[in-house]
C-alpha cells in the first residue's frame, strides 16, 4: 500500500510538472491532480495492459513508438472522466505521457525496495 501511495505521489508530481511545462495541460486544483494521479494509476494498472495487447501489431511496426499514443490515451481518458483535469490534442498528451513518464521512473528507482543477496 506504501508502495502505491509513493507511486501516485510522483504520478501527481509528473502530472504537475506536464501543467506547468505544457500550455495544452490544465489542471485546476490539488485536489484534482490527486485525483488523476490516484485514477491515472488504476486505468495503468486495468484499461493499460489490454490496451496494449490489443494494439500489439501496431506497437511492433513502430517499434515501440506507439506505447507513447497508448499512454497519452490513458492520460485523455482520465482526463475525460475528472472534470477540471483538460488535456488539449495528441500532441500535448504525448508530451504530458514523456513528462509523467520519466518522473513516474524516477519514483520507481526511489520507492525500488534494496534487494536481499
Given at each position: 500500500?506504501?508502495?502505491?501511495?509513493?507511486?501516485?505521489?510522483?504520478?501527481?508530481?509528473?502530472?504537475?510538472?506536464?501543467?506547468?511545462?505544457?500550455?495544452?495541460?490544465?489542471?485546476?486544483?490539488?485536489?484534482?491532480?490527486?485525483?488523476?494521479?490516484?485514477?491515472?494509476?488504476?486505468?495503468?494498472?486495468?484499461?493499460?495492459?489490454?490496451?496494449?495487447?490489443?494494439?500489439?501489431?501496431?506497437?511492433?511496426?513502430?517499434?515501440?513508438?506507439?506505447?507513447?499514443?497508448?499512454?497519452?490515451?490513458?492520460?485523455?481518458?482520465?482526463?475525460?472522466?475528472?472534470?477540471?483535469?483538460?488535456?488539449?490534442?495528441?500532441?500535448?498528451?504525448?508530451?504530458?505521457?514523456?513528462i509523467?513518464?520519466?518522473?513516474?521512473?524516477?519514483?520507481?528507482?526511489?520507492?525500488?525496495?534494496?534487494?536481499k543477496?
Amino acid at each position: 500500500m506504501v508502495n502505491f501511495i509513493i507511486r501516485a505521489a510522483f504520478g501527481a508530481l509528473g502530472l504537475w510538472l506536464a501543467a506547468q511545462l505544457l500550455s495544452g495541460v490544465n489542471v485546476s486544483s490539488t485536489t484534482v491532480l490527486i485525483i488523476a494521479a490516484v485514477l491515472l494509476g488504476l486505468v495503468n494498472a486495468v484499461i493499460r495492459p489490454i490496451v496494449v495487447i490489443l494494439t500489439l501489431p501496431f506497437t511492433i511496426i513502430t517499434l515501440g513508438l506507439f506505447l507513447l499514443v497508448v499512454n497519452a490515451a490513458m492520460i485523455g481518458l482520465v482526463a475525460a472522466v475528472i472534470p477540471g483535469f483538460s488535456v488539449d490534442g495528441l500532441g500535448s498528451g504525448i508530451m504530458a505521457a514523456i513528462i509523467t513518464g520519466l518522473v513516474s521512473w524516477a519514483g520507481s528507482v526511489v520507492a525500488a525496495e534494496p534487494k536481499k543477496g
